[in-house]
């Protein structure tokens, strides 16, 4: 096929890690630059959850996302054409990426998006409708969520619609199939996929613009055969950059053992972006195998879910009531402190050898009660028996003293073993966790807990434990939410379901990630990207790599 000029875009190499592959570089668009890697932040429907586009550009972003297949539906391209396109309209006026709706004919097709993708639910058993009519030669044909209405989506449409959106890098159209789908069916979706693409390559040249540019998008499922064949594809073709797609298996290790195996089949004289990927641990291996932008909808999500996004030594922290060393408490501390001191873990523990203690001290009391009564008629004892009610009365006495003490006591002990915990963790060896994350090696262990609770890389701020904690959700963060609102004010906000708190812990999220690609392109120019995954990955984390994916829209 002959070539197609991209004359207002360049990929400009910057920089490559001595120790891996990655690299650092520069995505030119009529609409600015994009420093790479990158994260590309999922505006879906021209709108990002909960936060303006003025605020995302605040806190450092440089490229957004909107999704075709949506837009096609509400509000229509044409009326986004006639309001000046997608940067006019949504008031970014930067940099934006559409993809082609392929994703969503999947999730049309099969009723439900990332869980089957992962193979790990049963889309009529959840409840999902499946609007999907028709996949055929032509394009997919479906019924409309937003009114009924029957579409045909050809990959001529596809690009007509992205031309009317008018973001600056588009995608072709394809067809993502679910992990569960076997090698006939993968291959045939693969071939009419790359037939797909050839006719918006077509397309594409017939309607140049010069203000757009095209990527093609490698499938092949879970099948090394086929993601060789259709790496071989997009090589081959005159798009100016490439896009992984597809199925990437059921978790961590699949996802990464195929990336790489993609990545690696692909030109480096192209930028190479991994769709709808947005996990901490995810994107480090990514940039090692030479990958230059993500996208995903997982920082904003869970950011309007109340779930702010942390970097590893938030997981090393103790309490919050000024007593950073716990042996600063005594005997004579009051037990209310110190139960507030406890991470959530082990305040149900106390309640629960509280609630049991409690039962033995009404047991003893019960029993001083009954031999309280026996001595009030003692006269009718002998004294033999007069002598064992007053050895029990003192045994049960001795009892009830010693059952005190185990409730007064049981605090502390419980403060003493969360110390004991936090000083292993804090002198435990770190591990470089991009080692298991690119070998697979050894069995997959899952993250202990903290102060905080389980270590991942997002916290709740629902959490009970932060309610009444000042300080900031990091203190060296210098976004808008961490320099002006405490962990306990957001913690009121999601408790009082006020809506400001969605905006100020997706603000925190989305400044979280721009600082993340920051420090990894520093790290690879520096060549230190090892350390700057230990400042964002726990050690217990980057020994998990058998979750689940974090797989967004």
Request: aromatic share 6%; charged share 25%; net charge neutral.
């Amino acid at each position: 096929m002959d070539s197609i000029v991209y004359p207002q875009f360049s990929f400009e190499l910057t920089g490559k890690s001595s120790k891996s592959k990655a690299r650092t570089g520069l995505i030119t668009t009529p609409h600015g630059t994009v420093e790479t890697p990158n994260f590309i932040f999922c505006a879906t429907k021209a709108a990002l959850k909960a936060v303006t586009t003025e605020q995302l550009r605040a806190e450092g972003a440089q490229i957004m996302l909107s999704n075709t297949y949506h837009l096609m539906l509400q509000p229509g391209a044409e009326t986004v054409a006639k309001l000046g396109g997608l940067q006019k309209m949504t008031g970014w006026n930067g940099p934006m990426f559409t993809d082609s709706g392929g994703y969503q004919i999947f999730s049309m097709g099969h009723g439900s998006v990332s869980e089957e993708i992962k193979g790990k639910r049963n889309a009529e058993g959840m409840g999902w409708s499946k609007t999907l009519l028709k996949i055929d030669e032509e394009g997919a044909t479906f019924r409309s969520y937003v009114d009924g209405n029957v579409h045909v989506l050809t990959p001529e449409k596809c690009i007509d619609i992205q031309r009317q959106l008018g973001a600056d890098l588009i995608v072709v159209l394809d067809e993502c199939t679910p992990f569960n789908i076997d090698r006939d069916y993968t291959k045939q979706s693969m071939d009419r996929s790359h037939r797909w693409a050839v006719r918006c390559l077509e397309h594409f040249r017939r309607t140049d613009t010069l203000r757009q540019a095209l990527y093609g998008i490698v499938q092949g499922g879970i099948y090394s055969d086929l993601r060789q064949e259709s790496a071989d594809f997009v090589n081959d073709h005159p798009f100016f950059g490439m896009a992984i797609g597809g199925t990437l298996g059921a978790t961590k290790r699949e996802m990464h053992e195929i990336v790489a195996y993609t990545r690696g089949m692909l030109r480096d004289d192209r930028p190479v972006h991994l769709l709808g990927i947005g996990g901490i641990r995810d994107i480090f291996h990514g940039v090692r195998q030479g990958i230059d932008t993500f996208d995903c909808v997982h920082p904003t999500r869970l950011g309007r879910h109340g779930s702010a996004l942390v970097r590893a030594d938030f997981w090393s922290e103790g309490p919050y009531e000024g007593v950073s060393d716990l042996s600063q408490i005594t005997q004579d501390t009051p037990v209310e402190q110190i139960v507030e001191l406890l991470p959530p873990s082990l305040r149900n523990k106390l309640r629960t050898k509280q609630a049991r203690s409690s039962d033995r001290l009404r047991t003893y009391t019960d029993e001083l009660a009954k031999l309280k009564i026996a001595g009030a008629a003692r006269s009718v004892l002998t004294d033999a028996r007069e002598q064992e009610r007053h050895e029990k009365l003192l045994k049960v006495k001795a009892k009830i003293a010693e059952v005190n003490e185990h409730i007064r006591l049981l605090p502390f002990s419980m403060l003493e073993e969360h110390r004991r915990t936090i000083l292993a963790r804090q002198t435990r060896p770190t591990r470089s966790s991009g080692a298991s994350s690119r070998t697979g090696e050894g069995k997959d262990k899952s993250p202990s807990s903290s102060y905080h609770g389980r270590v991942r890389e997002h916290v709740p701020m629902r959490r009970s434990h932060l309610e009444h904690d000042p300080r900031p959700i990091d203190p060296t963060c210098s976004c808008y939410t961490c320099r002006n609102f405490s962990r306990g004010y957001l913690h009121h906000l999601f408790k009082a379901e006020e809506m400001v708190g969605s905006t100020l812990v997706t603000v925190h999220n989305i400044a979280f990630m721009n600082r993340l690609m920051r420090d990894i392109r520093r790290g690879i120019a520096e060549d230190r990207l090892d350390e700057v995954e230990r400042e964002y990955v726990h050690p217990d984390l980057a020994e998990s790599v058998g979750d689940s994916l974090t797989i967004g829209e």
